[in-house]
């Protein structure tokens, strides 16, 4: 049989993946060996001569398929990082994005310095990652997380668990802000935002592999956003807050839909790192 080093193998796969034109070649190929061989990435370097075992060698072919195939490298691992926890996903729910995380840092700041938000609801929560993360970092606040996904609920209780934030997350099956039964402070959602036709044209990882129902927000992917802007004031308390995730160049779309609907005090656009228009931050 022939002998393969994590140096060898490493090598061997990264002109693979460029055959397959993987984005990272090499820094995947490195993330996929440590994960089949469950150790850090740093680590292949203090073994960088190490042969693979049998198993090892067959475990890590699996992997170097799939990818090949662009599924994402957080489907096969099974896990993906939001603001340094870890998060289990599966093909049922987006994978969290780092312009979520910035969403979710703005909120975390937003309720630092007003411990009078403690109600929270996360519609849409997919994997749980800002219904979970919020709760991990704020300890008094309590989050209704809805889904229209079962499967995605069985993420988010998963996830929610492993946080052990499960007392205080409560997973609701349901359409949109519908299962809502009492008023909240704020309400967050990282609503499906791309339009139907865009849909097909963006990377193979994404459009082949990702939840179309998690990604597609109607023709012009304002339906969802519209429908929050709109109905989420009659399920908010006085003075409460609503978050929207949007796309980068819906910024002047949504002003006018929620200047338009007549039943928020103030609201801004606030924008990502990229100086992109990222979040709807209003307030009743
Ligand atoms: N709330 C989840 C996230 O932000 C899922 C969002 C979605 O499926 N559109 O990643």
């Given at each position: 049989?022939?002998?393969?080093?994590?140096?060898?193998?490493l090598?061997?796969?990264t002109?693979?993946?460029?055959?397959?034109?993987?984005?990272?070649?090499?820094?995947?190929?490195?993330?996929?060996?440590?994960h089949?061989?469950?150790?850090?990435?740093?680590?292949?370097?203090t073994?960088?001569?190490?042969?693979?075992?049998?198993?090892?060698?067959?475990?890590?072919?699996?992997?170097?398929?799939?990818?090949?195939?662009?599924e994402?490298?957080?489907?096969?691992?099974g896990?993906?990082?939001?603001?340094?926890?870890?998060?289990?996903v599966?093909?049922?729910v987006?994978?969290?994005?780092?312009?979520?995380?910035e969403?979710?840092?703005t909120i975390?700041?937003?309720?630092?310095?007003?411990?009078?938000?403690?109600?929270?609801?996360?519609?849409?929560?997919?994997?749980?990652v800002?219904?979970?993360?919020?709760?991990?970092?704020l300890?008094?606040?309590?989050?209704?997380a809805i889904?229209?996904?079962?499967?995605a609920?069985?993420?988010a209780?998963?996830?929610?668990?492993?946080?052990?934030v499960?007392?205080?997350?409560?997973?609701?099956?349901?359409h949109?802000?519908?299962?809502?039964?009492?008023?909240?402070d704020?309400?967050?959602?990282?609503?499906?935002?791309?339009?139907?036709?865009?849909i097909?044209?963006?990377?193979?990882?994404?459009?082949?592999?990702?939840?179309?129902?998690?990604?597609?927000?109607?023709?012009?992917?304002?339906?969802?956003?519209?429908?929050?802007?709109?109905?989420?004031?009659?399920?908010?308390?006085?003075?409460?807050?609503?978050?929207?995730?949007?796309?980068?160049?819906?910024?002047?779309?949504?002003?006018?839909?929620?200047?338009?609907?007549?039943?928020?005090?103030?609201?801004?656009?606030?924008?990502?790192s990229?100086?992109?228009?990222?979040?709807?931050?209003?307030q009743t």
């Open positions: 049989m022939e002998v393969w080093t994590i140096s060898k193998i090598d061997w796969t002109d693979y993946f460029k055959k397959y034109d993987i984005e990272w070649p090499h820094l995947e190929a490195e993330i996929l060996l440590a089949a061989l469950n150790c850090k990435r740093i680590e292949l370097y073994k960088y001569e190490k042969n693979l075992s049998a198993a090892e060698l067959d475990k890590f072919k699996q992997m170097i398929k799939r990818r090949s195939q662009h994402p490298i957080a489907y096969i691992t896990y993906k990082s939001f603001m340094s926890l870890e998060f289990y599966n093909r049922s987006l994978i969290p994005r780092p312009e979520t995380e969403l979710v840092e975390i700041s937003l309720i630092k310095t007003n411990s009078n938000l403690t109600t929270i609801a996360d519609i849409g929560t997919g994997s749980g800002i219904a979970i993360t919020l709760a991990k970092y300890k008094d606040i309590n989050v209704i889904d229209s996904s079962t499967e609920l069985q993420v209780q998963k996830n929610s668990q492993t946080h052990q499960d007392q205080r997350c409560q997973l609701v099956n349901g949109l802000l519908e299962p809502l039964q009492e008023k909240v704020l309400i967050v959602s990282n609503p499906p935002y791309i339009p139907s036709s865009v097909e044209e963006l990377p193979n990882d994404v459009k082949d592999w990702e939840p179309k129902q998690a990604l597609d927000g109607g023709p012009n992917g304002l339906d969802y956003i519209r429908n929050l802007i709109e109905n989420a004031p009659a399920y908010l308390k006085p003075g409460g807050f609503l978050f929207l995730e949007i796309g980068y160049d819906q910024g002047e779309k949504v002003s006018g839909i929620t200047a338009a609907c007549n039943k928020y005090q103030s609201f801004e656009i606030l924008k990502d990229n100086n992109h228009d990222r979040v709807l931050k209003a």
